[in-house]
C-alpha cells in the first residue's frame, strides 16, 4: 500500500551542528506533507509543512525541502539545540495522515 | 486550557475488558480522528468522522468501534480488549481552512 517512510531511524548531533532528517514517499498523488515532532509523552507538534507545488519552505531554523521526481522530503534543522531532541515524522494528507516511522533526534551539548 | 482533551491519560487494563477512551475539543471543528502509535512507530489512523452522522473507518478499524456523541466529542471503545491493543492513542481534529490538525496528549493503554 501506499506509505511514507523514513531512511534513519536515529540521529545523533552535536549542539549547534545541523540536522538533516529525511523521508521517503510512494504516492505519487501525495499533495501535502508535513513534519511534526514528538516529546517524550506528548502528541505530535506541528513543525512545518510543504505542498507539491513548492520545492523548500522555510521556517525559524527549518527548512523542509521537496523533490518530487524522486519522491522524498528532508527537513533541515540549523543550529540544532538540545531542545530539538525529539523524534521526528514525516506525514502526508489533509487531516487523514499517513505517517512515517520516525527518526529519532539526539543533539548532545 | 487544552484545546483538545483525552481521557484517561494512562489505563491499564485486562484482556476481554471493554475500554472507552473519551475525546473533547473546544475548537469547534467538524472533523476528528482517532489515531494509534507503537513503539518507534508512526501513528495509524483508526477512525474519523467529519461530523456527528459521519464516520469512517480508518487503515486499522478491527477491534476498535468509535461514537461521535456531539460535534465536540468522539470516543474509541475497545468492546474486548486483547494486549496487543497496547500502545498509545491519540485525538485530534483537523481545520480544513487552515490545513491544521490538533492532536490530543494522548492515552497511554495497556491491556495485560
Given at each position: 500500500g501506499e506509505s511514507v517512510g523514513l531512511h534513519l531511524p536515529t540521529l545523533s548531533v552535536q549542539e549547534g551542528d545541523n540536522s538533516i532528517i529525511n523521508c521517503a514517499y510512494s504516492n505519487s498523488a501525495s499533495d501535502y506533507f508535513i513534519w511534526y515532532k514528538q516529546e517524550s509523552g506528548k502528541g505530535p507538534q506541528f513543525i512545518i509543512d510543504i505542498r507539491s507545488n513548492m520545492d523548500k519552505r522555510q521556517g525559524q531554523r527549518v527548512t523542509v525541502l521537496l523533490n518530487k521526481t524522486v519522491k522524498h522530503l528532508s527537513l533541515q534543522i540549523a543550529?540544532?539545540?538540545?531542545?530539538?531532541s525529539a523524534v521526528y515524522f514525516c506525514a502526508e494528507g489533509y487531516g487523514k495522515l499517513t505517517f512515517g516511522q520516525g527518526t529519532i533526534l539526539t543533539v548532545h551539548p | 486550557d487544552a484545546d483538545v482533551t483525552q481521557t484517561p491519560r494512562n489505563r491499564i487494563t485486562k484482556t476481554g475488558k471493554r475500554i472507552m477512551l473519551e475525546c473533547s475539543q473546544t475548537k469547534g471543528h467538524d472533523r476528528m480522528y482517532w489515531y494509534r502509535q507503537d513503539p518507534g512507530l508512526g501513528l495509524r489512523l483508526i477512525y474519523y468522522s467529519f461530523d456527528v452522522k459521519d464516520i469512517n473507518k480508518g487503515e486499522i478499524s478491527d477491534g476498535y468501534s468509535v461514537s461521535r456523541?456531539?460535534?465536540a466529542k468522539f470516543s474509541l471503545s475497545l468492546e474486548s480488549a486483547i494486549p496487543n491493543q497496547t500502545a498509545l492513542y491519540f485525538c485530534a481534529t483537523y481545520d480544513p481552512r487552515t490545513d491544521t490538525q490538533y492532536f490530543g496528549p494522548g492515552t497511554r493503554l495497556t491491556v495485560l
Open positions: 543550529a540544532t539545540q538540545p531542545g530539538d | 456523541q456531539a460535534q
